[in-house]
């Protein structure tokens, strides 16, 4: 069955950095676009980065546009986000999230997904 396993999460101040992990596996990971995407306290799902199967196309919400770079490893099965430049305002569970198609779409909607892990907290505070 599908598993996405997310690690790196912690609290980290504001304008540090953490890369989050997540290992995939249960499918065909190079057949499908990955998204990043988050909920913060007391909000919905936020989409926050897309990658398409091969690499070469990424998107990114607006307030992470250059602060945050999306990634993967095809060979590892193994999906990045390295985030730097850290906002209190990026405080949330973050979840790593499988495509339905490889399609690639900015700021996609939930249809577009249909498996994601368990989440990692990241907390930006002083």
């Known amino acids: 069955q599908v598993q996405l396993e997310e690690s790196g999460g912690g609290l980290v101040q504001p304008g540090g950095s953490l890369t989050l992990s997540c290992v995939a596996s249960?499918?065909?990971?190079?057949?499908?676009?990955m998204y990043w995407v988050r909920q913060a306290p007391g909000k919905g799902l936020e989409w926050v980065s897309t990658?398409?199967?091969?690499?070469?196309?990424?998107y990114y919400e607006s307030s992470v546009k250059g602060r945050f770079t999306i990634s993967r490893d095809n060979a590892k099965k193994v999906l990045y986000l390295q985030m730097s430049s850290l906002k209190p305002e990026d405080t949330a569970v973050y979840y790593c999230?499988?495509?339905?198609?490889?399609?690639?779409?900015?700021?996609?909607?939930?249809?577009?997904?249909?498996?994601r892990g368990q989440g990692t907290q990241v907390t930006v505070s002083s």
């Open positions: 999230t499988k495509g339905i198609s490889n399609r690639v779409k900015s700021d996609p909607g939930i249809d577009e997904y249909d498996y």
């Open positions: 990658i398409s199967t091969g690499g070469g196309i990424t």
């Open positions: 249960g499918f065909t990971f190079t057949a499908y676009t």
